[in-house]
Nanobody, 116 residues
Framework: QVHLVESGGGLVQPGGSLRLSCAAS????????MTWYRQAPGKERELVAT????????NYADSVKGRFTISRDNAKNTVYLQMNSLKAEDTAVYYC?????????WGQGTQVTVSS
């Protein structure tokens, strides 16, 4: 059975940092492109960052470039999102997604709230 389980969310002050993790099971993680998305209240889900299978290529939304870093550890079947210099507008539920051809898996999300 496929599982993607996000963790690491929480409440943080503006300017602070959080590290999100997404642990995968039930599929061959190293063959899947992994992506972090987020969805703020009243807004559409948006792509945050993507990493290719071996981690050689990453892409970021303009709004997070220079502040967020996506990485993966294929030995641990885990993808990470390091978030620095957090802003109030980063408040959202963060989801991870694994995709390979027609196979498309999503996690349940973890809440990130940036507030003083």
């Amino acid at each position: 059975q496929v599982h993607l389980v996000e963790s690491g969310g929480g409440l943080v002050q503006p300017g602070g940092s959080l590290r999100l993790s997404c642990a995968a099971s039930g599929f061959t993680f190293s063959l899947y492109e992994m992506t972090w998305y987020r969805q703020a209240p009243g807004k559409e889900r948006e792509l945050v960052a993507t990493i290719t299978t071996a981690g050689r290529t990453t892409n970021y939304a303009d709004s997070v470039k220079g502040r967020f870093t996506i990485s993966r550890d294929n030995a641990k079947n885990t993808v990470y999102l390091q978030m620095n210099s957090l802003k109030a507008e980063d408040t959202a539920v963060y989801y991870c997604r694994g995709r390979r051809y027609e196979y498309d898996y999503w996690g349940q999300g973890t809440q990130v709230t940036v507030s003083s």
